[in-house]
C-alpha cells in the first residue's frame, strides 16, 4: 500500500470510528511506519508503507494516538509514552510555562514536581534550566519506571523517587504539579479509559498541596472550572501574586502564587 492510500484508508477508519482528528492521526500513523515527520510525509506519498493495520486497529478502538505511537512531543522533548502514565498534553505546556517564569532569577533552584508521571514536566524543566535541581515524585511504581526511562533516553539528571504530597514539606523553590482533578471518566472521550485512572479521578489534591508545601513558589494545573477555587485557596493559605493562566483554548488552566 502507498503512502498516499495509507493514508485514506486510515482516515477513513478514524472518521467511522469517532475520532476526532482523523486525518491528523492518519498521517502520524503513516509517517511513524515510514520513520519521517509529517511534514516530510508528503515529498513521497508513492512509498510504500508496511505495518499499518494493527496500529490502525489499536486507534480505531480509541486506544491514545500517544501509546500507540510509544512516544510524544512535550515543549523540546520527544518522550516514551504508554499505559504506565498519563500522555502529555498541550495545556500542561503552559504550566511548564509558568514554572519557568516563576524560577527566573533564582540560582540553582530546588524544584519538586508531585505527581511525575512520564517525566513531561520534570524533564522539561531541567531541559530549559540545566542549573536546576529537579526531583519528581509519585506514588505509582510503573510510573516511576516510565519516568527513569525518559530521562535516561534523554540524558536528563532528574531525580525520581516514590512519595506524595509529604514530599513537598522537605523544602523547595518550587512545587510544581498537575495532580488528580476530574470527577468521573463518565461522558468523557474514550481514549481517557486507557489511561491510569488514579492519575485522571480525583479532588481536593491541589488545595491540600498548598496547605503543606514548604516552598517559595507553587504552580499547580487545574481543570476547567475550579481555578478560582484553588486561587482562594492559595490566597487563605498566605500565598501572594496568586495569578491565574488560561491554556491555548482559553480555559483558566494554571494556578500559581509565591511566599
Known amino acids: 500500500m502507498t503512502a498516499r492510500d495509507a493514508i485514506a484508508e486510515a482516515e477513513r477508519r478514524l472518521a467511522a470510528a469517532g475520532v476526532d482528528t482523523p486525518r491528523v492521526d492518519a498521517e502520524l500513523l503513516v509517517a511513524h511506519l515510514l520513520g519521517v515527520s509529517r511534514t516530510q510525509l508528503y515529498a513521497d506519498l508513492d512509498g510504500e508503507v508496511d505495518g499499518l493495520e494493527p ?12 501509546y500507540v505511537l510509544g512516544e510524544w512531543g512535550f515543549r523540546r522533548l520527544t518522550l516514551r509514552t504508554d499505559a504506565r502514565a498519563l500522555v502529555p498534553r498541550p495545556e500542561t505546556e503552559i504550566l511548564v510555562e509558568r514554572a519557568l517564569a516563576l524560577l527566573d532569577g533564582a540560582e540553582a533552584p530546588r524544584v519538586l514536581d508531585v505527581g511525575v508521571g ?4 520534570a524533564l522539561a ?17 510503573e510510573a516511576l519506571a516510565l519516568a527513569r526511562e525518559n530521562a535516561d533516553e534523554l540524558g ?4 525520581v523517587r516514590v512519595g506524595g ?6 523544602g523547595w523553590d518550587l512545587v510544581v504539579s498537575n495532580p488528580p482533578y476530574v470527577d468521573t471518566l ?5 481514549e481517557l479509559r486507557y489511561e491510569p485512572e488514579v492519575a485522571l479521578v480525583g479532588s481536593g489534591l491541589h488545595e491540600r498541596l498548598a496547605e503543606r508545601a514548604r516552598t517559595r513558589a507553587l504552580a499547580l494545573e487545574v481543570g476547567a472550572g475550579q481555578a478560582d477555587r484553588v486561587a ?5 493559605f498566605a500565598y501572594r501574586n496568586v495569578r491565574i493562566t488560561k491554556d491555548l483554548a482559553g480555559i483558566a488552566r494554571v494556578v500559581e502564587g509565591e511566599r
Open 156 to 159: 536528563l539528571d532528574v531525580r
Open 125 to 141: 524543566l531541567k531541559d530549559e534550566r540545566p542549573d536546576a535541581c529537579v526531583t519528581g515524585v509519585d506514588e505509582s511504581a
Open 232 to 236: 482562594a485557596a492559595l490566597e487563605a
Open 165 to 170: 504530597l509529604e514530599v513537598a514539606q522537605e
Open 118 to 121: 512520564s517525566g513531561a514536566i
Open 55 to 66: 496500529l490502525l486497529e489499536r486507534r480505531e478502538r480509541r486506544e491514545p494516538l500517544a
Open 186 to 190: 463518565d461522558g468523557l472521550q474514550p
